[in-house]
Every structure is written in C-alpha cells, then in structure tokens.
C-alpha cells in the first residue's frame, strides 16, 4: 500500500488524478511506476493528448532521479577504481539479477553461476553511474539475499539503503502476485469440489425421496398422505434464468453464443445472405448426450390469418385520401418467397394454404413441436438451418420453413455447468407483425434475469440500432420485468486495420478499454433507461470480445477475449446450490413431518433421557411415571398461530403504505393526463413534421387494439403503441415510487424485505418443548419454502402491475378502436381520429386505470396475506393437530437419518452424536452443551467417529421389506451406521449384523415404546456399548436414585432398574 501511495502523489502531483484507479487496477507499484516505457505509456493512457503530458513529466522525474549531485561524482571518481577491482574479484559471486535493474526482468541466473564478462562489465558501468559504484553480491547464507561490499564509502549508504528497499519491495510484490494467484487457484478448486458435491448431495437425495414416495403410492389416500404426496411432487422447481440477447443482424450473437458454450457449429452463422429469423432458447440437455431441437410452429389458424393481412396489404388500393401510405412488403414477400417459391406469386389464399406445401411438416397441422435428435451439434445445425434462417442470396430453391417457426429450443449435452438453470435467448430487437410470435417474444423479454445487447466493436457506440433495442425494450425487462443486469458485448474485437497488424495486441487491448469507457458514458446519458433502475455497482457491464481469437489465439491469450467472462457470468446466475438447498429443505422437512408424525410425543424422550443399553438388550419406559407433558403440541400450536397473526398483520401495514403512495402518484397523473390528453394522442396519430402517420398506419393501429408494428427490413422503424402514449404521463409520475418498492436488483424494497424478514421463529420453542422438535423442523423448511414462492410472486405480480396501465385504456378504448377501424372512403382518416379523440374524452380512461392499477395492489396484498395464512396454517394443522396415524410409512428413520446428514452437510451444520465423557477411549474430545427441560449441562462428546456404509444381506432381508444390515467394522474404535444411524463401541474387529423387528405388545402392558427395536447379534461379541440417534447412551453406569422407572428386557424378561439422567 506505501509503495502504491508514491504512485498516487506522483499522479496528484502531475495533475492526473484521473489516472489513480488506472494504475491501481494495473498494479503498478513504485518500481515498476519508475520503469515504464513506451509500450506501457499506450496501454495505461489511450488518449495522446494525456500521455504526451504524462510521457514529459515522467522522462523528466527519471532524468533527475538519476542525475547525481557534484559532492557525489567527486567522490565516485576518488574510489571507483578500487571498487572496480574489489567487484572484479569477487565476480563469480555476482547475482545477474541484482546486477542488472532492467525492469520486469524474468530470467534469473542460478546462484553459483558465473556472469560473462562483457555482461558484469555493463551491469558495473550502469551502476556505477548511477549511485557511485555500489556494486551487489550474493549471501551465501541464502538464496536471493543480497549484500553490499563492505569496501564501499560510508558516502553512499543512502543509495545502497534505496536500492535494498526497491529489492525488498519487488520481492514482496512478486510474492504477494504469486499468493493471489495461487489463491485463486484454490478458491477455483474449492468452487469445482463444492459443485461437485452439490450436484451428487441432490441426485442421492432425489433417490431417497422416490423412494419414500413409492412407500406412499402403497398407502390409502388421506389428507396427510395427499399432502405429502403433493410435497414431494412439487420439490422440484423448474423456474429457470433467462438471459436476453438482443443484436442487429450481423452483430454475432450466434457466433458468440457458440464461442461461450465451446459448440462452434451449434448455432448456423458466418453466412453473409442469411440471418437468424426466430427465436431461439438455448438449454442444457440434462437426460443423455443427444443435441436435440423442439421447434414450435404457430397454428393454422395464426398463419391463415397472417396471410390475410398479407395478401390485403398486396391488393389495398385507396385514392380517396391524400395520407395514404402504403407499409413497406419486403418482409411479407420474403416469407412467401421462402416458404412457396414461384408457387407463391398470385397466389390465393385457398392455394397457398394447400397442404401439398406441408406434406414435410406434419406437426405443423397437428399443432404438435417437431423434435430432431443428432449425435453432434454440427449435424443438428445443418438439420434445422430451413426452420431458423433466411436466406436470400441462395441460386437454387429449398422450401424454408422459418415462417411457419414461433421458437425453437435447442438443449445441448455437457453444458450442465453454464446451462443447468439457465436459458440463452437469441431475440430479435423489436418483437414481430405476427401476433402469437410477439406475445411470446414479450413473454420472453419480460421474464429475463438479465439483458445482452450484442453489437460489433467499430459501431458500438454510433450505431443506432442497439440502442433503440435497448429504449425500446426497457419498459417490458425493467419495470415490467425481472431484469437484474444489463450487458453490453462489443465482438469482432481482433477485427483490425492492416497497419496495425504489427502491434495488434496492443492496437486491440486499447481500442477495448477505449470502447468501454465510452460505452459507459454514453449509458449514463440514457436517462429514459436508468430512471428504472437503481444502477447498482454490477448493474452495467461492459464486454469487449472475441469469438475467433477465443478459439485460435492468434494475438490475445484467451483470458484477454473476455469469454471467460461471459463464462463465469453464467455459471453465478446458475445457481445451483440454491436451487439444491431448496431441494434437501424441503425434503427434510417432508422426512421430518413423516418422522415426528409416526414417533409423535415418544421423541421427547429420545431427546431427554439417557438410556442403559447392552448390546443384547433394548428397554420400554413408561412415560406416566415421568410426568410427561402431553398438551406439548397444542401450546405450541397456540404460540405459532399467535405469532403468524402478528406477522401478517405486519406485512399488511408495509403493503398498506404501499398503496396510499400510489394512490397519491396516480391522482397527480389523471389530473395532468385529463388536460394534456389531446396532445398525448396527437403526438401518435397526428405527429407534427413527421410522415407515417397517414389512413393504413392509423387504420392498422385501430384494428390492433392501438398497437401497429411496421413491416419491412427498416429495423430502425418502431412500434407506435397509442396506449402507451396515453399512458406515459401516469407512468412518468409513479416511475420512481415503482423503483423503490418494487426494484429488480438486490433484496431492496419495503415488500420484500418484509417477506424476507418474516419468521415463527420456530427455533426458539425447540428447546422448552423437544418433544415437536421434528414438527417445527417441518414448519421451518414450510415457511423458507412459502416466503421463496412469495418472492417470485410478488416478481411476477409486479409485472401485471406496472402494465396495468396500459391494459386497462387499451380495455377502456377497444370499441372505439374497432369503430374507427369501420371507416372508410373519403375523409376516413379525418373520421377515424375525431372518433378516438371523442372516446378518450367522454370515458374517464384515466380514472379507470388508476382504480384498476390500486385493485392490483389490494389483490397483491390479499394473496400474500392470504397465502401465509392459509398454508402455514394448513403445515401446523397437518403437523400439531392431526391425530397419530397409522396409514403412515411403516419406518422412514433409514431415509431420514441419511436426508439428515446431507441436509446438515449442505447447510454446513456438524451432525455429531453426543456421548457421554465415558466414552473417551483417549480420542479428542469436544465440549458440547445439551438442554434438558429447563436446564443445561455441558458435555464431552468424541468426534473421531468413523461413518460407514451397511451391507444390506438379502438373504435374511424380511418378506416386510425391513432390510437386515451387516456393519463390517475394522478394527476397535466408533463406527455409526449411515443408514439408521446407530453408533457402536467396538472393542475389536467385528461384524454386526441388525434389523429392526416388532415389538411384543403382551410386554409392553401399560408402557410405551421408546422407539424402534432392534434386534442385534455380534459373532465376534466384540460390540461393547450402542448409541441410539438422539439419545445419550451410557452401558457402564450404575443405577441412580434421583429418578427411576420399571423397564423389561427384551431379550430376557427380566426386570432392571434404569436411570434417566436430566
């Protein structure tokens, strides 16, 4: 940090304090500030006005560095001759390194090595002219330390005494460059090895929970039972993240969509006649190593009535009115042209909508997606190349189907690590005519996560399609959506001059940052586009890349292609340990309510007691005789409902406030809408100076229910949406209050975070009633599994808000659309808008959006509050107050135990047994603090406790189902069982074999079970103590008279004394 402050004063001091941040980022230290050359001087400063000053000051700052003062070359010319001679015999001892300070030097020479002449010569000669003759060698005590010859002037310790620190620095810094490296390194294996376990954690526990859903297939149905079944259907969340990616034709988004997944022929590119025509989501193949691709054609019915409007625009013919424009029919003609050929040309409707010309797609009549499946991503795209893109410049005729296409998904195999929860969607920038095709594209739009605006290097910033795509777009992926980040990728990045070929790395990493600074300025000036959002620190990015360079590295090291990026962009927003915690939760919670539903008010004392056991003997205890609590689950039912009222009631008053600020928002606007709205509507259908407005453009707009999307090529031409101009004064007014309670990034917003915060606190009745401890587990993955569901809720509920402004005047002025759209003949455009003028003022439009926008708000706060107190209701009911069940899974403790383990290891939890301290066996130990009742005690519990994985031994496996396991247990020691979870003392080496059986109910009397009995046999008899799962064992005590109960043994009958120890 004190070597980098000397390059922060020098930049102060030079007046380029904009340079700070820079030089930091670069790492540029003292050292190597005062060994910049030219080549540096172009990568850190791009523009040539900054570094021609920049270039002055520091050639002069190193000139004066080195100009040594008169005393000091009086005194070098009085001794230089003798250090000569002195380094002369000691020259073998000469580090090259030390000796010569060329900057950034790498090669350095073996210790023992002995430099060349003519090389010791020139590293003398410019040290000696630089700090008088200072000559330094190595110390034989270490390698890499250095010293100084003793015989040298006391004169000229203060530059022996700077140059031992430039050493001391440039060491520190390549260590602290080699630390941060090898850091990264680690965390990069740390993040795989985390992946790793993440993946194999969900797939085991996807196997337990089909299991346990089969033992419930096999039961009668009732209320517990169908909910469980519906718990375990519904664990899997299939809500995926969509990225946007938006481009001109040309840009290279499918050429970089490839580059990134590492499938450079998935996607069809590179041809100069053909662009990509529909949208395409890209996916990850999860089930095998097919590249499969789902196309889904639009219905008959859609391209029947396309066809019209196509064939109407063709004959439209109107003299009467001196406004008419006809829509430009260069798209239309394409279509027809790929689809039909010559067929095409004159022809009816009747015949173009022949099926001889659909005999190759079946699916498109039967309204079914038409699936392909290759063995590579090469034959694929040469398969589905007539059903994506367009291709005018082609000789011969091959019937294109891209039409007929409304999406294509294409899922690849082995992308599972950037595509598991994530879809690449290849967009066109201004939806489409069709009307299906543009519903789903804005489907699409609004549920993006985050947005790619693709656009070639040379015209990122002048080019003027991608930004209209980008103020276009806003309103539907911003309020209107779930847009968290905005990306802009520059490609073509190795796309140079000739003339700069020689130095094209250089040429190419400025350019880049040059591009990125001005893609940043240009952003901050789009005031339309930032005002919905909060601008996080990451909320913009800036990517210069290159496809070609990614794959050949011709002149760029694949790191400076900046794909890496996008890369590891997609492997943060997949992510998967969220989705796999929200799947072990849930299951846990579902094994928990199972587990505490069968073992009921029994598992208080598997919590509270320690039980004697022997390895041949298991016990009953008769719960009266201990004054057992048996209204446990009813108060603690009371205490959460309380605490859920309270909770609602809470979250009502948030949303509350919510809606009085919009309704004061709102009010303004009707107010100035009521008085601007001549001019609202005029600024669409009778703009001033402007063409395009005439009768087929205002007819068109009126039997679109206010929406006309211009035909043709003419990319930079866009919708007109009368709507939204009637809109646009309410909205402007209530923009900013949308922002803040309803932003995209973060966990921001009053609503969310009270959703966020929202807790029974379940936690905190664990210890006063452990007797539902399984219970308020299952209640506590209920409540993080409804407030994840109220979250995406409240997203897509939020969406319908912000348009209900639009939709409802749409609503409000649709019959007066479709009047105007009656009109025609003469004065028909001068009709048609004296007819929208008087609808808008003669029906309150405004006020009706408003009331319709607040209803909203009411049923988003209804459903939350609806939703929280419903299920969490239902989840209490279900776990506290439905009766003990029979119709239950005979025994889910193996699965339980096992989803425990994971569970605890995923949320990093220990999932230690506890013992008592007599079971050191001189391990370590650990101090661990238990809770009975109202009192805690401290214990040792050994944590050298070995897990090992059962041997289920068909052959005595019972016709039941119970299986019988087979514990082989090496040595002496404290092996627990992964399945049931037993722990046993081995005093040697052994083999245990046990299952779970039945218990005698002529035994029992009056007693009840303490848990499952196991029936246990050791051949070797080298088992000394047994350890049950929540109990604290102890075979070796004596009877106590503090608290006692009758308990009889299985295995012979007999009557014992046993000691419950609080």
């Known amino acids: ?229 519906g718990k375990i259907q519904t664990l899997e969340k299939d809500k995926k993240e969509i990225v946007g990616v938006f481009g001109k034709t040309g840009a290279g988004k499918s050429f970089l969509i490839n580059t990134i997944l590492g499938e450079t022929k998935l996607l069809p590119s590179g041809n100069q006649g053909a662009c990509t025509s529909v949208m395409i989501q890209v996916e990850a193949n999860m089930t095998d190593s097919k590249y499969i691709a789902e196309i889904e054609f639009m219905t008959e019915e859609e391209w029947k009535e396309e066809l019209l409007s196509i064939l109407r625009d063709r004959s439209y013919k109107d003299g009467n009115d001196e406004d008419h424009e006809r829509d430009d029919d260069d798209d239309d003609d394409e279509k027809i042209s790929s689809l039909y050929g010559k067929d095409g040309r004159g022809a009816t409707l009747e015949e173009l909508m022949d099926r001889k010309h659909f005999r190759k797609i079946p699916e498109f009549r039967l309204s079914v997606k038409k699936i392909f499946l290759c063995d590579t991503a090469e034959k694929l795209s040469e398969t589905i190349t007539c059903y994506t893109r367009s291709d005018t410049q082609s000789d011969t005729f091959k019937r294109q189907y891209w039409p007929l296409v409304k999406c294509i998904t294409i899922k690849v195999p082995n992308s599972k690590d950037l595509l598991e929860d994530v879809v690449l969607v290849d967009l066109p920038g201004n939806g489409d005519c069709n009307k299906s095709r543009d519903e789903m594209w804005k ?145 846990y919670g579902i094994l928990s309510l199972i587990e505490g539903a069968k073992s009921s008010d029994m598992v208080l004392y598997l919590q509270q007691v320690n039980i004697l056991l022997t390895c041949e003997s298991v016990y009953y205890i008769d719960y009266v005789e201990f004054g057992f609590q048996t209204d446990s689950k009813e108060e603690v039912c009371q205490v959460l409902e309380q605490r859920l009222k309270d909770e609602i009631k809470s979250i009502g008053q948030t949303i509350y406030e919510a809606y009085e600020t919009f309704e004061r928002c709102l009010s303004e606007g009707v107010r100035q809408s009521e008085e601007s709205c001549e001019k609202l509507m005029n600024k669409v259908i009778a703009p001033r100076g402007k063409k395009g407005c005439g009768y087929q453009v205002v007819k068109s707009l009126c039997k679109n229910g206010g929406v006309y999307k211009p035909k043709g090529k003419r990319e930079r031409r866009r919708e007109i949406n009368l709507n939204e101009s009637l809109a646009s004064c309410m909205r402007s007014l209530i923009d900013e209050q949308f922002k803040i309670h309803f932003p995209n990034e973060g966990k921001g917003g009053p609503i969310r975070e009270q959703i966020d915060t929202f807790t029974l606190d379940t936690n905190s009745l664990v210890g006063e009633h452990p007797g539902v401890s399984l219970h308020l587990t299952f209640l506590k993955t209920e409540e993080t599994e409804l407030k994840a569901k109220l979250i995406f809720d409240l997203r897509e509920k939020k969406k319908k808000i912000y348009s209900t402004l639009t939709e409802s005047i749409k609503d409000t002025m649709l019959r007066c659309y479709i009047r105007a759209s009656e009109h025609a003949g003469k004065d028909s455009l001068k009709r048609m808008k004296d007819e929208l003028h008087h609808h808008m003022k003669n029906n309150n439009i405004f006020r009706k959006a408003k009331e319709d926008m607040l209803v ?80 805690r005690k401290c214990v040792q519990v050994s944590t050298s406790v070995t897990m090992l994985n059962p041997e289920i031994v068909k052959e005595l496996t019972t016709h039941d189902r119970k299986p019988t396991y087979r514990l082989q247990c090496p040595k002496a020691g404290l092996f627990q069982c992964s399945s049931t979870g037993l722990v046993f003392l081995m005093e040697g080496k052994g083999d245990v074999v046990y299952m779970m059986t039945q218990w005698d109910s002529r035994l029992l009397g009056s007693m009840t079970p303490a848990g499952p009995l196991f029936s246990i046999d050791c051949s070797e008899q080298s088992v000394r103590q047994l350890h049950l799962p929540h109990c604290m064992c102890d075979g070796m005590c004596s009877p106590s008279s503090r608290s006692e109960a009758r308990c009889c043994c299985s295995s012979n009958h007999k009557g014992t004394d046993l000691r419950i120890a609080y």
Not at 883 to 910: A, H, I, R
Request: proline share 3%; glycine share 4%; with cysteine.
């Open 1 to 229: 940090m004190a070597s980098f402050d000397f390059v922060r004063d020098k930049l102060t001091e030079w007046n380029h304090s904009d340079l700070i941040q820079r030089f930091e980022d670069e790492e540029i230290d003292e050292e190597s500030f005062l060994s910049l050359k030219e080549k540096d001087f172009i990568n850190l400063i791009p523009k040539i006005g900054p570094r021609s000053a920049f270039r002055e000051k520091h050639k002069a700052f190193i000139k004066k560095q080195k100009q040594p003062d008169d005393d000091k070359n009086i005194q070098a010319a009085t001794w230089s001759s003798v250090s000569i001679k002195a380094s002369k015999s000691s020259s073998e001892n000469i580090t090259g390194e030390m000796v010569n300070q060329e900057p950034r030097q790498k090669n350095i020479k073996p210790r023992n090595q002995t430099p060349k002449r003519s090389e010791t010569k020139r590293s003398l000669d410019k040290l000696l002219g630089t700090c008088g003759g200072s000559v330094p060698t190595t110390n034989t005590s270490g390698v890499g330390e250095t010293v100084y010859d003793q015989s040298e002037p006391s004169t000229c310790h203060g530059c022996r005494k700077e140059k031992r620190t430039k050493v001391q620095r440039k060491r520190k810094s390549d260590e602290a460059h080699a630390n941060k490296q090898t850091k990264k390194r680690q965390c990069v294996a740390a993040s795989r090895i985390t992946e790793t376990f993440e993946t194999e954690t969900k797939t085991e526990v996807k196997k337990i929970m089909q299991h346990v859903k089969s033992k419930l297939d096999d039961l009668p149905s009732t209320k517990l039972i169908d909910f469980l079944r």
């Open 856 to 935: 909203c708000l009411t049923n988003l706060k209804d459903h939350i509050m609806m939703q929280l107190k419903c299920k969490l209701q239902e989840s209490m009911d279900l776990s506290l107050k439905t009766p003990n069940s029979s119709f239950l899974p005979d025994d889910v403790t193996v699965e339980y135990n096992k989803m425990k383990m994971y569970y605890e290891k995923l949320m990093g939890c220990s999932s230690t047994v506890q013992f008592t301290p007599r079971l050191d066996l001189h391990t370590k130990t650990k101090v661990f603090e238990s809770q009975s009742g109202n009192s």
């Open 443 to 587: 489907s699409f739009v609004g549920n993006c996560s985050a947005v790619w605006i693709v656009s070639d290097i040379a015209r990122a910033t002048s080019e003027k399609e991608s930004w209209e795509i980008l103020d276009s777009t806003v309103s539907l992926f911003g309020p209107g959506g779930e847009c968290r980040s905005i990306s802009f990728i520059c490609t073509k990045t190795d796309d140079i001059e000739e003339n700069q070929k020689a130095d094209a790395r250089t040429c190419i990493l400025r350019r880049n940052e040059t591009t990125k600074r001005q893609v940043r300025d240009k952003f901050n000036k789009q005031k339309e586009v930032k005002k919905h959002f909060s601008g996080g620190k990451d909320f913009l990015q800036v990517f210069t890349v290159s496809s070609k360079e990614y794959q050949k590295e011709k002149h760029l090291q694949q790191e400076e292609t900046e794909i890496p990026k996008l890369q590891e962009f997609l492997r943060n927003l997949n992510d998967r340990r969220t989705k796999t915690s929200g799947y072990v939760s849930g299951a």
